[in-house]
């Protein structure tokens, strides 16, 4: 994240609420570069801490941590005959921190009982990117089903289907 102000010359210390930032770099003495930790959905102060003290917080020095949910849920294609797999993929709002992140899947067919499918209970998206793939396995069927797969985060929502045919 770049942090703009004044006076950040020998800076020891970035804060975000009371979490420290890490990988500080000074670019000039009005502008730095900070890795944001990671932390719960809420808005805190950013505090850069120098030789001089620290500075004095103000509304426009607050961190807003954005709930990072799945904006979308695709499949590769949408009609496909029993037997065969479709591949999904979940794109999230940011990108994933270290570690990766899992997602959460749930699914549901129309008409409703269908065992017909086998679908991965989450999707891996991994550290740095914005997506994350998934595949889902079909069997034979004997009638049309449509089969929905869904992602709930942070009280968002989202899902795409699929129609399984003979």
Do not use: C
């Amino acid at each position: 994240m770049r942090v703009t102000g004044t006076g950040f010359l020998n800076v020891s210390g970035v804060m975000f609420g009371d979490r420290n930032g890490t990988d500080v770099a000074v670019e000039s003495p009005t502008t730095l570069t900070v890795k944001v930790p990671a932390g719960p959905v809420s808005i805190v102060p950013v505090v850069v801490t120098t030789s001089g003290g620290s500075n004095i917080v103000t509304d426009d020095s607050q961190f807003t941590w954005d709930a990072n949910v799945v904006t979308v849920v695709t499949f590769d294609r949408t009609l496909l005959t029993g037997g065969s797999a479709v591949n999904g993929t979940v794109v999230m709002k940011y990108a994933a921190p270290e570690g990766g992140l899992r997602v959460p899947l749930a699914w549901r067919s129309i008409p409703a009982g269908s065992t017909s499918v086998v679908v991965p209970s989450t999707a891996f998206v991994p550290a740095g990117s914005i997506e994350g793939r998934f595949q889902v396995a079909t069997l034979f069927v004997s009638s049309r089903e449509t089969v929905e797969i869904s992602t709930s985060r942070w009280g968002e929502h989202a899902s795409a289907a699929f129609v399984l045919a003979p």
